[in-house]
């Protein structure tokens, strides 16, 4: 039933007009309307939905995501933003950020802080882009390999002294790709305590005729668009570690009980328009004892139900995807029920009892979704960081009568 009512909570919030556009005239400000009213908890409880605290900034086409989180929700997710596959992400939340130094050549700062309490964190990478060496000795017995190795800093300053090594390895001084460390360690102690990031430090050496050779080679930076697509970037993946209610029922649209205060005339359009969807399901007229009568009624199906981000107002700094076909549920659940219904043995003995009136109380089943994918968000946050978001049970594939 929650599912079902978040369904019908986003069709009647696309159901509503988009607020004028136009300006008002002069004079004292104008109360908000009960439409207002209702708008603005819609969006409110939509934004609850899909975990936005505070609305972030448009920044497309401004600014674009790195190339590592578009392929990595290309992988995960179809153009829909359909999970593919259950597992091929690793928690439900992947957030990149954006190196803040832009001076020095092997130093790397990024800021964590649009972390969420609560968010565990499963798995951090540091990912680097190395350049090409391109000044090439014409020795043959000139080593072609150096050590690179990254440090967590210790202190801040314009040249800190204290760090601790976190990774090592031998790479080639004419070769160029991205180079990923693991450095889950390290940003789990930042995640608990903030004033301990100071950053990273690469560094680079070659022992050659017995003297050691330093920052043979370097690393993107932010210089130009070429370069801006190889910035560096430190890669979370977390689970968020929170369960996200999916009910939907306004506070302004709710009835009293009293059906003599219940007149259609005397409802806001807004509450007729959720009513009328409730009243399709849970204030069903009683099937008549007429064989044809369960001719005359559509059967539970599912129907299509978009939700465009660019009518929302989120197409701004949502990256992927434009929209999605959240689907919901429609129709009746009368006896006998078929298996294309997929009713639950409970709702086969419901509407038995209900069918032959053994109990007045006992409505027919509901036909809400039964089966439900999860649904995968790419977007700018509210600090132009980019997050890959799993979001459970947001796509209904199945309904049935329950």
Not at 26 to 32: E, H, K, N, W
Not at 83 to 103: I, K, M, N, Q, W
Not at 383 to 397: F, G, I, Q, S
Request: contains cysteine; hydrophobic residues 40%.
């Amino acid at each position: 039933m929650a599912a079902r009512r978040l369904w019908l909570g986003l069709a009647w919030l696309l159901s509503l007009p988009a607020a004028s556009s136009r300006p008002l005239a002069p004079g004292p400000p104008l109360a908000p309307s009960p439409r207002d009213e209702v708008l603005a908890a819609a969006l409110q409880r939509l934004r609850e939905v899909f975990d936005i605290e505070e609305l972030p900034p448009d920044v497309l086409p401004r600014k674009k995501p790195p190339q590592f989180m578009v392929d990595l929700f290309n992988k995960v997710a179809d153009a829909n933003g359909i999970t593919r596959a259950p597992g091929l992400l690793e928690g439900d939340v992947v957030r990149s950020f954006e190196d803040r130094v832009h001076v020095d050549q092997y130093r790397f700062y990024f800021d964590i802080s649009a972390m969420e309490k609560g968010e565990q964190m499963l798995k951090a990478e540091f990912r680097v882009f190395k350049l090409k060496r391109t000044h090439a000795s014409r020795r043959s017995d000139v080593k072609h390999f150096c050590k690179v190795e990254v440090y967590e800093l210790l202190e801040s300053g314009s040249k800190p002294q204290k760090k601790h090594l976190i990774a090592s390895r031998l790479l080639s001084l004419y070769s160029e790709g991205w180079e990923v460390f693991n450095v889950t360690q390290t940003v789990s102690k930042w995640v608990g305590n903030s004033s301990s990031n100071h950053g990273f430090l690469i560094t680079t050496t070659r022992v050659f005729n017995n003297r050691i050779e330093h920052n043979l080679v370097k690393f993107a930076k932010s210089q130009g668009a070429l370069q801006e697509s190889r910035n560096a970037i430190l890669v979370l993946f977390t689970n968020s570690n929170k369960r996200r209610s999916s009910s939907f029922v306004p506070t302004s649209t709710k009835l009293e009980m009293n059906p003599a205060k219940n007149d259609a005339s005397h409802v806001p359009r807004e509450t007729q328009i959720v009513e009328s969807s409730n009243a399709s399901v849970s204030r069903r007229p009683r099937a008549a004892a007429i064989p044809s009568a369960k001719s005359q009624v559509t059967a539970c199906h599912r129907r299509e139900l978009y939700v465009d981000f660019r009518a929302i107002g989120w197409s701004g700094w949502i990256i992927y995807p434009s929209g999605y076909n959240a689907f919901y549920c429609r129709g009746s659940c009368l006896f006998p029920l078929g298996e294309s219904l997929n009713a639950t043995n409970h709702a086969t003995v419901q509407s038995i009892v209900h069918t032959l009136k053994l109990s007045q109380d006992v409505s027919t089943p509901c036909c809400v979704p039964d089966e439900l994918k999860s649904l995968n968000l790419l977007y700018f946050d509210d600090k132009e960081n980019v997050v890959l978001k799993n979001y459970k049970d947001m796509v209904a594939t199945r309904c049935g009568c329950h």
